[in-house]
Protein backbone atom coordinates (compact mmCIF):
# COMPACT_ATOMS: atom_id res chain seq x y z
CA UNK A 1 0.00 0.00 0.00
CA UNK A 2 2.64 2.45 0.63
CA UNK A 3 4.23 1.64 -2.56
CA UNK A 4 1.73 3.92 -3.97
CA UNK A 5 1.95 7.03 -1.82
CA UNK A 6 4.69 8.91 -4.03
CA UNK A 7 2.00 8.44 -7.02
CA UNK A 8 -0.46 9.87 -5.18
CA UNK A 9 1.70 12.77 -4.25
CA UNK A 10 2.75 13.20 -7.43
CA UNK A 11 -1.29 13.94 -8.67
CA UNK A 12 -1.64 16.09 -5.93
CA UNK A 13 1.08 17.84 -7.30
CA UNK A 14 0.21 18.11 -11.13
CA UNK A 15 -3.23 19.78 -9.71
CA UNK A 16 -2.68 22.23 -6.82
CA UNK A 17 -5.78 24.02 -7.15
CA UNK A 18 -7.68 20.97 -6.50
CA UNK A 19 -5.33 19.89 -3.64
CA UNK A 20 -5.73 23.67 -2.45
CA UNK A 21 -10.00 23.67 -2.29
CA UNK A 22 -9.05 20.00 -0.50
CA UNK A 23 -7.05 21.22 2.00
CA UNK A 24 -8.82 24.14 2.76
CA UNK A 25 -12.03 23.04 3.55
CA UNK A 26 -10.66 20.29 5.75
CA UNK A 27 -8.46 22.63 7.46
CA UNK A 28 -12.06 24.86 8.01
CA UNK A 29 -13.86 22.38 9.52
CA UNK A 30 -11.53 20.42 11.62
CA UNK A 31 -10.55 24.02 13.04
CA UNK A 32 -14.17 24.53 13.75
CA UNK A 33 -14.25 20.86 15.47
CA UNK A 34 -10.86 21.97 17.47
CA UNK A 35 -13.26 25.04 18.46
CA UNK A 36 -15.78 23.68 19.74
CA UNK A 37 -13.89 20.73 21.09
CA UNK A 38 -12.04 22.88 23.31
CA UNK A 39 -15.16 25.09 24.42
CA UNK A 40 -16.72 21.91 25.23
CA UNK A 41 -14.14 20.26 26.93
CA UNK A 42 -13.64 23.55 28.57
CA UNK A 43 -16.75 24.37 29.87
CA UNK A 44 -17.40 20.40 31.15
CA UNK A 45 -14.14 21.27 33.22
CA UNK A 46 -15.50 24.20 35.03
CA UNK A 47 -19.24 22.60 35.41
CA UNK A 48 -17.13 19.62 36.99
CA UNK A 49 -15.09 22.48 38.97
CA UNK A 50 -18.60 23.49 40.56
CA UNK A 51 -19.85 20.40 40.68
CA UNK A 52 -16.96 19.18 43.09
CA UNK A 53 -17.33 22.59 44.91
CA UNK A 54 -19.80 22.60 48.29
CA UNK A 55 -22.95 23.17 47.01
CA UNK A 56 -25.59 23.49 50.08
CA UNK A 57 -24.72 25.24 52.92
CA UNK A 58 -26.85 25.02 55.73
CA UNK A 59 -25.92 27.35 58.48
CA UNK A 60 -27.13 26.82 62.18
CA UNK A 61 -28.38 29.67 64.16
CA UNK A 62 -25.35 31.66 65.36
CA UNK A 63 -25.79 32.14 69.25
CA UNK A 64 -25.82 28.34 68.93
CA UNK A 65 -22.81 25.97 69.19
CA UNK A 66 -24.35 22.88 67.88
CA UNK A 67 -23.07 19.91 70.03
CA UNK A 68 -21.06 17.06 68.27
CA UNK A 69 -24.44 14.59 68.57
CA UNK A 70 -25.79 17.29 66.94
CA UNK A 71 -23.62 17.45 64.50
CA UNK A 72 -23.57 13.79 63.60
CA UNK A 73 -27.02 13.31 63.52
CA UNK A 74 -27.86 15.57 60.66
CA UNK A 75 -24.87 13.64 58.72
CA UNK A 76 -26.49 10.39 59.23
CA UNK A 77 -29.52 11.57 58.02
CA UNK A 78 -27.78 13.30 55.28
CA UNK A 79 -25.46 9.72 54.12
CA UNK A 80 -28.96 7.88 54.64
CA UNK A 81 -30.04 9.42 51.58
CA UNK A 82 -27.36 8.11 49.37
CA UNK A 83 -27.48 11.84 47.31
CA UNK A 84 -24.49 13.36 49.21
CA UNK A 85 -21.14 13.02 48.00
CA UNK A 86 -19.30 14.79 50.90
CA UNK A 87 -20.35 16.24 54.39
CA UNK A 88 -18.65 18.88 55.94
CA UNK A 89 -19.29 20.64 59.51
CA UNK A 90 -17.32 24.27 59.47
CA UNK A 91 -17.40 25.69 63.70
CA UNK A 92 -17.96 28.93 64.43
CA UNK A 93 -13.94 29.51 64.50
CA UNK A 94 -13.84 28.09 60.92
CA UNK A 95 -15.85 30.65 59.92
CA UNK A 96 -14.21 33.03 61.32
CA UNK A 97 -10.99 31.99 59.62
CA UNK A 98 -12.25 31.74 56.07
CA UNK A 99 -14.03 35.47 56.88
CA UNK A 100 -10.96 36.48 57.49
CA UNK A 101 -9.43 35.17 54.45
CA UNK A 102 -11.87 36.41 52.45
CA UNK A 103 -11.89 39.61 53.50
CA UNK A 104 -8.09 40.42 54.33
CA UNK A 105 -7.67 42.94 52.37
CA UNK A 106 -10.23 45.06 54.28
CA UNK A 107 -9.40 45.41 58.09
CA UNK A 108 -12.39 47.55 58.89
CA UNK A 109 -14.91 44.24 58.10
CA UNK A 110 -12.59 42.37 60.07
CA UNK A 111 -12.19 44.62 63.11
CA UNK A 112 -15.62 44.02 65.18
CA UNK A 113 -16.16 40.10 64.05
CA UNK A 114 -15.79 37.27 66.71
CA UNK A 115 -16.23 33.69 65.98
CA UNK A 116 -19.34 34.28 68.41
CA UNK A 117 -21.22 36.76 65.36
CA UNK A 118 -20.96 33.80 62.66
CA UNK A 119 -22.95 30.50 62.44
CA UNK A 120 -21.65 27.34 62.49
CA UNK A 121 -22.70 25.43 59.57
CA UNK A 122 -22.29 21.79 57.23
CA UNK A 123 -21.58 22.33 53.64
CA UNK A 124 -22.61 20.21 51.13
CA UNK A 125 -21.28 18.08 47.61
CA UNK A 126 -24.33 16.36 45.66
CA UNK A 127 -23.38 13.38 43.62
CA UNK A 128 -25.66 14.56 41.19
CA UNK A 129 -26.66 18.34 41.10
CA UNK A 130 -29.98 17.63 40.33
CA UNK A 131 -30.24 16.07 43.82
CA UNK A 132 -29.56 19.98 45.61
CA UNK A 133 -33.22 20.61 46.14
CA UNK A 134 -34.13 17.73 47.88
CA UNK A 135 -30.74 18.07 50.26
CA UNK A 136 -31.92 21.50 50.67
CA UNK A 137 -35.04 20.54 51.94
CA UNK A 138 -33.87 17.98 54.30
CA UNK A 139 -31.53 20.29 55.62
CA UNK A 140 -34.17 22.86 56.00
CA UNK A 141 -36.27 20.58 58.64
CA UNK A 142 -33.30 19.83 60.54
CA UNK A 143 -32.71 20.62 64.19
CA UNK A 144 -31.43 24.24 65.29
CA UNK A 145 -30.87 25.05 61.20
CA UNK A 146 -31.78 28.51 60.69
CA UNK A 147 -30.64 28.70 56.99
CA UNK A 148 -30.11 26.52 53.92
CA UNK A 149 -28.42 28.53 50.45
CA UNK A 150 -27.92 25.79 47.68
CA UNK A 151 -26.12 26.95 44.31
CA UNK A 152 -29.01 25.22 42.53
CA UNK A 153 -29.27 27.89 39.63
CA UNK A 154 -25.89 28.79 38.97
CA UNK A 155 -24.89 24.92 38.65
CA UNK A 156 -28.28 24.10 36.39
CA UNK A 157 -27.98 27.40 34.37
CA UNK A 158 -23.85 25.70 33.85
CA UNK A 159 -25.30 22.13 32.89
CA UNK A 160 -27.51 23.67 30.26
CA UNK A 161 -24.94 25.55 28.60
CA UNK A 162 -22.19 23.11 28.65
CA UNK A 163 -25.43 20.57 26.96
CA UNK A 164 -25.93 23.96 24.58
CA UNK A 165 -22.08 23.95 23.37
CA UNK A 166 -22.42 20.26 23.17
CA UNK A 167 -25.51 20.04 20.64
CA UNK A 168 -24.48 23.44 18.77
CA UNK A 169 -21.13 22.11 18.40
CA UNK A 170 -21.66 18.58 17.45
CA UNK A 171 -24.53 20.00 14.95
CA UNK A 172 -22.05 22.56 13.13
CA UNK A 173 -18.94 20.66 13.38
CA UNK A 174 -20.98 17.42 12.07
CA UNK A 175 -22.78 19.44 9.11
CA UNK A 176 -19.33 21.12 8.09
CA UNK A 177 -17.62 17.58 8.21
CA UNK A 178 -20.60 16.19 6.10
CA UNK A 179 -19.94 19.34 3.63
CA UNK A 180 -16.11 18.20 3.61
CA UNK A 181 -16.67 15.03 3.09
CA UNK A 182 -18.60 15.74 -0.42
CA UNK A 183 -16.04 18.31 -1.77
CA UNK A 184 -13.32 15.84 -0.75
CA UNK A 185 -15.48 13.15 -2.67
CA UNK A 186 -15.95 15.89 -5.48
CA UNK A 187 -12.55 16.67 -5.69
CA UNK A 188 -11.04 13.06 -6.23
CA UNK A 189 -14.13 12.12 -8.46
CA UNK A 190 -13.14 14.85 -10.75
CA UNK A 191 -9.78 13.05 -10.51
CA UNK A 192 -10.87 10.19 -11.30
CA UNK A 193 -12.96 11.25 -14.15
CA UNK A 194 -9.94 12.52 -15.76
CA UNK A 195 -7.93 9.23 -15.55
CA UNK A 196 -11.19 7.11 -16.67
CA UNK A 197 -9.11 5.91 -19.52
CA UNK A 198 -6.16 5.12 -17.50
CA UNK A 199 -8.10 3.21 -14.79
CA UNK A 200 -9.46 1.26 -17.94
CA UNK A 201 -6.72 0.70 -19.04
CA UNK A 202 -5.12 -0.78 -15.40
CA UNK A 203 -8.40 -3.76 -14.95
CA UNK A 204 -7.68 -4.35 -18.88
CA UNK A 205 -4.37 -5.14 -17.55
CA UNK A 206 -5.29 -7.06 -14.64
CA UNK A 207 -4.90 -4.57 -11.75
CA UNK A 208 -6.96 -5.19 -9.33
CA UNK A 209 -9.45 -2.42 -7.48
CA UNK A 210 -7.03 -2.63 -4.70
CA UNK A 211 -3.98 -1.66 -6.99
CA UNK A 212 -6.74 0.94 -8.88
CA UNK A 213 -7.76 3.01 -5.73
CA UNK A 214 -4.74 3.15 -3.25
CA UNK A 215 -3.54 6.27 -4.75
CA UNK A 216 -6.98 7.82 -4.32
CA UNK A 217 -7.37 6.68 -1.04
CA UNK A 218 -3.77 7.97 -0.50
CA UNK A 219 -4.37 10.85 -1.76
CA UNK A 220 -8.01 11.81 0.25
CA UNK A 221 -5.52 10.67 3.13
CA UNK A 222 -2.90 13.30 2.78
CA UNK A 223 -5.50 16.17 1.97
CA UNK A 224 -7.47 14.92 5.46
CA UNK A 225 -3.88 14.91 7.63
CA UNK A 226 -2.62 18.55 6.28
CA UNK A 227 -5.65 19.83 6.94
CA UNK A 228 -5.80 18.25 10.53
CA UNK A 229 -2.54 19.44 11.04
CA UNK A 230 -2.87 23.32 9.71
CA UNK A 231 -6.24 22.99 11.60
CA UNK A 232 -4.82 21.92 15.01
CA UNK A 233 -1.43 24.33 14.64
CA UNK A 234 -3.78 27.11 14.36
CA UNK A 235 -6.48 26.42 17.20
CA UNK A 236 -3.16 25.60 19.56
CA UNK A 237 -1.72 28.95 18.40
CA UNK A 238 -4.95 30.85 19.25
CA UNK A 239 -5.34 29.27 22.50
CA UNK A 240 -1.83 29.68 23.86
CA UNK A 241 -2.16 33.40 22.58
CA UNK A 242 -5.40 34.17 24.08
CA UNK A 243 -4.87 32.14 27.61
CA UNK A 244 -3.79 35.06 29.61
CA UNK A 245 -6.85 36.95 28.74
CA UNK A 246 -9.30 33.42 29.70
CA UNK A 247 -6.92 32.73 33.08
CA UNK A 248 -8.37 36.09 34.48
CA UNK A 249 -11.61 35.38 33.21
CA UNK A 250 -11.57 31.90 34.68
CA UNK A 251 -9.71 33.11 38.12
CA UNK A 252 -9.96 29.97 40.47
CA UNK A 253 -10.73 27.35 37.89
CA UNK A 254 -7.69 25.53 37.32
CA UNK A 255 -8.19 24.53 33.79
CA UNK A 256 -5.34 26.55 32.22
CA UNK A 257 -3.04 26.29 30.52
CA UNK A 258 -4.40 23.11 28.94
CA UNK A 259 -1.70 20.29 28.92
CA UNK A 260 0.41 19.36 26.15
CA UNK A 261 -1.17 15.83 26.57
CA UNK A 262 -4.31 17.15 25.98
CA UNK A 263 -3.16 19.04 22.78
CA UNK A 264 -1.69 16.47 21.50
CA UNK A 265 -4.68 13.59 22.29
CA UNK A 266 -6.67 16.47 19.86
CA UNK A 267 -4.15 16.27 17.18
CA UNK A 268 -4.20 12.55 17.17
CA UNK A 269 -7.83 12.34 17.09
CA UNK A 270 -8.01 15.38 14.23
CA UNK A 271 -5.33 13.69 12.46
CA UNK A 272 -7.28 10.12 12.62
CA UNK A 273 -10.77 11.97 11.78
CA UNK A 274 -8.94 14.26 8.67
CA UNK A 275 -7.34 10.65 7.58
CA UNK A 276 -11.02 8.40 7.59
CA UNK A 277 -12.89 11.63 5.95
CA UNK A 278 -10.32 11.48 2.96
CA UNK A 279 -9.88 7.78 3.06
CA UNK A 280 -13.57 6.89 2.69
CA UNK A 281 -14.06 9.98 -0.25
CA UNK A 282 -11.24 8.76 -1.90
CA UNK A 283 -12.38 5.19 -2.14
CA UNK A 284 -16.13 5.81 -3.12
CA UNK A 285 -14.93 8.76 -5.23
CA UNK A 286 -12.87 5.61 -7.02
CA UNK A 287 -15.30 2.82 -6.88
CA UNK A 288 -17.73 4.28 -8.92
CA UNK A 289 -15.44 3.85 -11.85
CA UNK A 290 -14.13 0.50 -11.00
CA UNK A 291 -15.28 -2.68 -12.71
CA UNK A 292 -13.35 -5.39 -11.76
CA UNK B 1 -6.68 -23.60 -24.95
CA UNK B 2 -10.32 -20.88 -26.01
CA UNK B 3 -13.49 -22.77 -27.00
CA UNK B 4 -16.30 -20.85 -28.18
CA UNK B 5 -19.88 -22.66 -28.34
CA UNK B 6 -22.84 -20.24 -30.30
CA UNK B 7 -21.65 -17.37 -28.42
CA UNK B 8 -24.32 -14.15 -28.86
CA UNK B 9 -23.82 -10.58 -27.94
CA UNK B 10 -26.48 -8.04 -28.24
CA UNK B 11 -25.63 -4.11 -27.81
CA UNK B 12 -29.18 -2.86 -27.26
CA UNK B 13 -31.32 -3.87 -30.45
CA UNK B 14 -27.67 -4.61 -32.54
CA UNK B 15 -26.64 -8.05 -32.98
CA UNK B 16 -22.92 -8.02 -32.90
CA UNK B 17 -22.49 -11.60 -32.30
CA UNK B 18 -24.62 -14.23 -33.61
CA UNK B 19 -24.00 -17.80 -32.62
CA UNK B 20 -20.07 -17.50 -33.20
CA UNK B 21 -18.10 -20.99 -32.54
CA UNK B 22 -14.59 -22.02 -32.90
CA UNK B 23 -11.65 -23.31 -30.89
CA UNK B 24 -7.96 -21.96 -30.57
CA UNK B 25 -5.24 -24.41 -29.82
CA UNK B 26 -2.40 -23.11 -27.43
CA UNK B 27 0.26 -22.19 -29.18
CA UNK B 28 -1.97 -20.77 -32.73
CA UNK B 29 -1.41 -17.92 -34.57
CA UNK B 30 -5.11 -16.82 -36.02
CA UNK B 31 -6.41 -13.81 -38.03
CA UNK B 32 -9.90 -12.42 -37.15
CA UNK B 33 -10.75 -10.86 -40.39
CA UNK B 34 -14.09 -9.60 -41.52
CA UNK B 35 -15.27 -5.74 -42.72
CA UNK B 36 -15.57 -3.13 -39.41
CA UNK B 37 -18.90 -4.01 -37.64
CA UNK B 38 -18.93 -7.49 -38.29
CA UNK B 39 -17.60 -8.22 -34.50
CA UNK B 40 -13.88 -8.68 -34.75
CA UNK B 41 -13.64 -6.37 -31.53
CA UNK B 42 -16.13 -8.10 -29.72
CA UNK B 43 -14.97 -11.81 -29.58
CA UNK B 44 -11.35 -9.89 -28.84
CA UNK B 45 -13.37 -8.42 -25.95
CA UNK B 46 -15.13 -11.27 -24.74
CA UNK B 47 -11.72 -13.70 -24.55
CA UNK B 48 -10.50 -10.56 -22.50
CA UNK B 49 -13.37 -10.90 -20.21
CA UNK B 50 -14.19 -7.37 -20.70
CA UNK B 51 -17.29 -8.18 -21.87
CA UNK B 52 -20.09 -11.54 -21.03
CA UNK B 53 -21.90 -13.01 -23.91
CA UNK B 54 -25.70 -12.90 -23.65
CA UNK B 55 -26.00 -17.22 -25.17
CA UNK B 56 -23.63 -19.66 -25.66
CA UNK B 57 -20.49 -20.82 -23.78
CA UNK B 58 -16.73 -19.17 -23.67
CA UNK B 59 -14.61 -21.89 -21.86
CA UNK B 60 -11.12 -20.21 -21.58
CA UNK B 61 -7.38 -21.35 -20.48
CA UNK B 62 -6.00 -20.00 -16.93
CA UNK B 63 -7.15 -18.26 -13.40
CA UNK B 64 -11.11 -17.82 -12.50
CA UNK B 65 -9.78 -14.54 -11.22
CA UNK B 66 -10.38 -11.68 -14.05
CA UNK B 67 -7.70 -9.33 -13.06
CA UNK B 68 -5.29 -12.88 -12.40
CA UNK B 69 -6.23 -14.06 -15.83
CA UNK B 70 -5.87 -10.67 -17.39
CA UNK B 71 -2.11 -10.81 -16.41
CA UNK B 72 -2.00 -14.10 -18.65
CA UNK B 73 -2.70 -12.22 -21.82
CA UNK B 74 -0.96 -9.12 -24.00
CA UNK B 75 -3.53 -7.26 -25.38
CA UNK B 76 -2.28 -4.85 -28.46
CA UNK B 77 -5.17 -2.15 -28.47
CA UNK B 78 -6.79 -0.63 -31.48
CA UNK B 79 -6.42 2.95 -30.05
CA UNK B 80 -2.73 1.62 -28.28
CA UNK B 81 -4.19 2.83 -24.97
CA UNK B 82 -0.81 4.35 -24.00
CA UNK B 83 -0.82 6.83 -21.07
CA UNK B 84 0.33 10.23 -22.04
CA UNK B 85 1.81 11.37 -18.82
CA UNK B 86 4.07 8.13 -19.00
CA UNK B 87 7.09 7.61 -20.96
CA UNK B 88 7.63 4.93 -23.14
CA UNK B 89 9.81 2.76 -20.42
CA UNK B 90 7.28 3.74 -17.78
CA UNK B 91 4.08 2.72 -20.29
CA UNK B 92 6.18 -0.66 -21.22
CA UNK B 93 6.70 -1.59 -17.27
CA UNK B 94 2.75 -0.91 -16.68
CA UNK B 95 1.96 -4.63 -16.63
CA UNK B 96 5.14 -6.08 -14.36
CA UNK B 97 4.25 -2.99 -11.99
CA UNK B 98 0.49 -4.27 -11.88
CA UNK B 99 2.06 -7.97 -10.82
CA UNK B 100 4.12 -6.71 -8.30
CA UNK B 101 7.20 -7.63 -9.81
CA UNK B 102 10.61 -6.39 -8.09
CA UNK B 103 11.79 -3.37 -9.80
CA UNK B 104 14.91 -4.99 -10.97
CA UNK B 105 12.98 -7.66 -12.99
CA UNK B 106 10.95 -4.81 -14.42
CA UNK B 107 13.98 -2.93 -15.46
CA UNK B 108 15.51 -6.66 -17.28
CA UNK B 109 12.02 -7.43 -19.08
CA UNK B 110 11.54 -3.59 -20.39
CA UNK B 111 14.77 -3.28 -21.94
CA UNK B 112 14.64 -7.02 -23.51
CA UNK B 113 10.88 -6.14 -25.01
CA UNK B 114 12.22 -2.35 -26.00
CA UNK B 115 14.95 -3.49 -27.53
CA UNK B 116 12.66 -6.37 -29.77
CA UNK B 117 10.45 -3.85 -30.31
CA UNK B 118 13.60 -1.29 -31.64
CA UNK B 119 12.52 1.21 -29.05
CA UNK B 120 15.69 1.35 -27.23
CA UNK B 121 16.48 4.95 -28.24
CA UNK B 122 12.61 5.99 -27.53
CA UNK B 123 12.68 4.76 -24.05
CA UNK B 124 12.45 8.88 -22.67
CA UNK B 125 10.21 9.76 -25.18
CA UNK B 126 6.24 9.97 -24.09
CA UNK B 127 3.45 8.99 -26.25
CA UNK B 128 3.12 12.47 -27.91
CA UNK B 129 6.62 12.37 -29.30
CA UNK B 130 6.27 9.52 -31.41
CA UNK B 131 5.47 8.41 -34.57
CA UNK B 132 2.57 5.96 -35.55
CA UNK B 133 4.53 2.83 -36.17
CA UNK B 134 6.74 3.76 -32.78
CA UNK B 135 3.35 3.87 -30.56
CA UNK B 136 2.19 0.78 -32.45
CA UNK B 137 5.80 -0.79 -31.31
CA UNK B 138 5.25 0.25 -27.77
CA UNK B 139 2.31 -0.98 -27.47
CA UNK B 140 3.27 -4.40 -28.56
CA UNK B 141 6.30 -3.66 -26.05
CA UNK B 142 3.70 -2.90 -23.31
CA UNK B 143 1.84 -6.51 -24.15
CA UNK B 144 4.57 -9.01 -24.93
CA UNK B 145 6.83 -7.65 -21.54
CA UNK B 146 5.05 -10.33 -19.09
CA UNK B 147 5.59 -13.21 -21.35
CA UNK B 148 2.16 -14.03 -21.82
CA UNK B 149 0.39 -16.83 -22.58
CA UNK B 150 -1.92 -15.46 -25.37
CA UNK B 151 -1.97 -12.31 -27.45
CA UNK B 152 -5.04 -10.51 -28.23
CA UNK B 153 -3.62 -7.74 -31.25
CA UNK B 154 -7.16 -5.28 -32.33
CA UNK B 155 -6.41 -4.02 -35.67
CA UNK B 156 -2.33 -3.34 -34.92
CA UNK B 157 -1.45 -2.42 -38.26
CA UNK B 158 -4.14 -0.33 -38.77
CA UNK B 159 -3.90 3.11 -40.25
CA UNK B 160 -0.09 2.26 -40.63
CA UNK B 161 2.22 2.31 -43.90
CA UNK B 162 2.39 -0.87 -45.35
CA UNK B 163 6.47 -0.90 -44.76
CA UNK B 164 5.59 -0.54 -40.64
CA UNK B 165 2.45 -2.60 -41.00
CA UNK B 166 5.05 -5.43 -42.19
CA UNK B 167 7.60 -4.81 -39.53
CA UNK B 168 5.08 -5.00 -36.77
CA UNK B 169 3.68 -8.20 -37.86
CA UNK B 170 7.07 -9.86 -38.46
CA UNK B 171 7.21 -9.15 -35.10
CA UNK B 172 4.51 -10.63 -34.03
CA UNK B 173 5.47 -13.63 -36.07
CA UNK B 174 8.81 -13.76 -34.53
CA UNK B 175 7.30 -13.90 -30.64
CA UNK B 176 4.93 -16.68 -31.74
CA UNK B 177 7.54 -18.44 -33.47
CA UNK B 178 10.37 -17.86 -30.57
CA UNK B 179 7.92 -18.06 -27.44
CA UNK B 180 5.04 -20.02 -28.78
CA UNK B 181 2.66 -17.68 -28.14
CA UNK B 182 -0.68 -17.96 -28.56
CA UNK B 183 -1.93 -15.09 -31.09
CA UNK B 184 -5.65 -13.86 -32.42
CA UNK B 185 -5.12 -10.57 -34.48
CA UNK B 186 -8.18 -8.85 -35.79
CA UNK B 187 -7.62 -7.34 -38.89
CA UNK B 188 -8.82 -6.03 -42.50
CA UNK B 189 -5.19 -5.86 -43.97
CA UNK B 190 -5.23 -8.16 -46.75
CA UNK B 191 -2.18 -7.79 -47.97
CA UNK B 192 -0.87 -9.23 -44.28
CA UNK B 193 -3.27 -12.36 -44.07
CA UNK B 194 -2.60 -13.40 -46.98
CA UNK B 195 1.31 -13.38 -46.90
CA UNK B 196 1.73 -15.12 -44.19
CA UNK B 197 -0.37 -18.23 -44.98
CA UNK B 198 -1.92 -18.60 -41.46
CA UNK B 199 -5.56 -19.79 -39.79
CA UNK B 200 -7.96 -17.50 -40.82
CA UNK B 201 -11.30 -16.92 -39.00
CA UNK B 202 -13.73 -14.57 -40.91
CA UNK B 203 -16.55 -12.66 -39.46
CA UNK B 204 -19.71 -10.93 -41.09
CA UNK B 205 -22.39 -9.44 -39.10
CA UNK B 206 -22.05 -11.24 -36.79
CA UNK B 207 -21.47 -14.83 -38.09
CA UNK B 208 -18.58 -17.06 -38.84
CA UNK B 209 -18.52 -17.63 -42.48
CA UNK B 210 -15.01 -19.05 -42.88
CA UNK B 211 -12.52 -21.23 -40.72
CA UNK B 212 -9.88 -21.98 -42.49
CA UNK B 213 -6.55 -23.46 -41.65
CA UNK B 214 -4.37 -21.36 -43.94
CA UNK B 215 -6.52 -19.02 -45.35
CA UNK B 216 -6.63 -16.36 -47.39
CA UNK B 217 -8.47 -12.18 -46.99
CA UNK B 218 -11.76 -12.26 -49.18
Known amino acids: ?292 | MISAQKLTKKFGNILALDAVSFDIAPGEFVFLTGPSGSGKTTVLRLIMRDLKPDAGKLVLFGPAKIHEYRRTIGTVFQDFKLLLDRNVYENTALPLEIMGAAAVDIDKAVKKALELMGLTARTDLFPAQLSGGELQRAALARAIVARPKLILADEPTGNLDPKTARAIVNLLTTLHSQLQTTIIMATHNADIVNHLDRRVISLDAGKVIKDTPKGKYD
Open chain 1, 1 to 292: MIKHLPLAWQRIRRSPYQALAAVSIMTMSLFLGSVFFLLAAGSQAVLTYFETRPQVNAFFKSDLVPTPQAVDLIKTNLQATNLVADVKYISKEEALKLYKELNKSDPLLLEAVTANMLPASIEVSAKNPADLKPIAELLKVQPDIDDVRFAEDIVSQLAKWTSSVRLIGFSLVGSHLIITFIIILLIISIKVANRRDEIVLHELLGATSGYISTPFVWEGIIYGVTGAFIAWGVSYLILLYSTPFLAGFLAGIPILPVSLWFMFSLLGGELLLGAVIGAVGGFLAVRRFLKV
